[in-house]
């Protein structure tokens, strides 16, 4: 179903209320990660509060797309997303990382059971979510009965491992895996491109038979027409590359690789961070869509 003007609205006050959430949560624990769980909030709202299918109430439905998230690191946003769309309790967001949570530093499914996968080994996710996709293919024929989303991080494309899944699902034609790549430039020693160059990154994928799109990470409706497109493709898998902006609705922070791994800790950096974030609020939670 095409995203309406009031469900984008929708979609954006959700966003916002999610990343506030991330920014408490972070600052409770006094560690994490700030710029990636900020920039994959529009992404990951999308997916729970739009195109997914998956039940809050029954979270071992057989019939749920099957969501794994390869950048461990972003846990954040996956936690604050599922607890505002109704998995567990909203107040629960504040043990992240302490002892004997449920919400661990990386995903950890023997810790909370409703995620699919445990992560934190970059480069790990994509072949989990390809084993996934050729079972639930050998299960119920060439398409599948269900997607299964892959979400990764443009810097675990560093490691080797990446490219054998990449080219595994692209021999095996796998129409039933979508990949999102957060394609924000950063990693935790700098920018991607110095590190080590990805570029020309859609030719790569091209070349191992994929279906590859590239969006603004913040532009809902894009978003939405990119996964409509992914779903209707049949005999490779699909990569979704969404340009988006490390540290999304925080300007001080924005584009800033420092903050890919450490979160607001001064009271200079809790006010700037909470002020910005209360300022979208006022403004109805829209921030600005197009990738800058």
Not at 49 to 71: E, T
Not at 103 to 119: A, C, K, M, N, Y
Not at 170 to 175: C, I, N, P, T
Not at 225 to 231: D, I, N, V
Request: hydrophobic letters at 40%; a negative charge.
């Amino acid at each position: 179903m095409f995203l309406t003007d009031d469900k984008i609205k929708f979609l954006e006050k959700k966003a916002l209320d999610i990343r506030r959430s991330i920014i408490d949560m972070l600052i409770e624990a006094k560690s994490g990660h700030t710029a990636g769980p900020l920039d994959m909030a529009d992404v990951f709202t999308y997916l729970y509060f739009h195109a997914l299918k998956h039940d809050p109430k029954n979270p071992a439905w057989p019939y749920r797309d099957l969501v794994v998230l390869s950048n461990g690191h972003i846990c954040p946003v996956l936690y604050a997303t599922l607890a505002h769309a109704g998995y567990f309790s909203v107040k629960e967001l504040m043990t992240l990382r302490k002892l004997g949570s449920r919400l661990q530093g990386h995903p950890h499914r023997d810790w909370l059971p409703i995620l699919e996968t445990s992560s934190g080994p970059l480069g790990s996710g994509l072949s989990q979510a390809v084993g996934m996709a050729i079972a639930d293919r050998m299960d119920n024929g060439v398409a599948g009965s269900r997607t299964v989303v892959c979400l990764m991080s443009d810097g675990e494309l560093d490691e080797g491992n990446s490219w054998e899944a990449i080219a595994l699902a692209g021999k095996e034609k796998l129409q039933n895996l979508i990949v999102i790549l957060d394609r924000n430039n950063i990693q935790i020693d700098g920018f991607t491109e110095n590190v080590m160059p990805l570029e020309p990154l859609p030719e790569k994928w091209l070349h191992f038979n994929w279906h590859v799109q590239e969006v603004s990470g913040h532009d809902f409706r894009a978003i939405d027409q990119a996964y409509l497109q992914a779903k209707s493709i049949s005999g490779r898998p699909s990569v979704i590359i969404a340009h988006t902006i490390p540290s999304k609705g925080i300007p001080e922070f924005e584009r800033q690789y420092e903050w890919h791994g450490k979160p607001p800790t001064t009271p200079a950096e809790i006010e700037i961070a909470r002020a910005a974030l209360h300022e979208l609020r006022t403004l109805g939670g829209k921030i600005k869509s197009e990738h800058q």
